[in-house]
Nanobody
């Protein structure tokens, strides 16, 4: 029914930039919030950033000032602009969405398949 498709990961040198994209497919009744989490090697999954349909954002302290989250409600898409990347940003980045697929459905969290970001020289 609902799929979150991510793109934009890859290998980048320290100090470089990447932009991640995620789009929710399907006929969706309402998306309340979208965001990004990440899971580094040997680490637990952690919140990176979220954004509501109204544009309110929540950014993790570890990336504040370097990462920016934005959203295109018309496209059911969310973006993560990552600047000044550090080796510790290396992780699989997962898109997630808090949405209601149908007006008779309940709100659910959906996850993308993840995209690898590697920061290394």
């Amino acid at each position: 029914q609902v799929q979150l498709v991510e793109s934009g990961g890859g290998l980048v040198q320290p100090g470089g930039s990447l932009r991640l994209s995620c789009a929710a497919s399907g006929s969706i009744f309402k998306i309340y919030a979208m965001g990004w989490h990440r899971q580094g090697p040997g680490k637990q999954r952690e919140l990176v950033a979220t954004i509501t349909s109204g544009g309110s954002t929540n950014i993790a302290e570890s990336v504040k000032g370097r990462f920016t989250i934005s959203r295109d409600n018309a496209k059911n898409a969310v973006y993560l602009q990552m600047n000044s990347l550090k080796p510790e940003d290396t992780a699989v980045y997962y898109c997630n969405a808090d949405l209601q697929y149908h007006y008779l459905d309940i709100r659910r969290y959906y996850w993308g398949q993840g995209t690898q970001v590697t920061v290394s020289s």
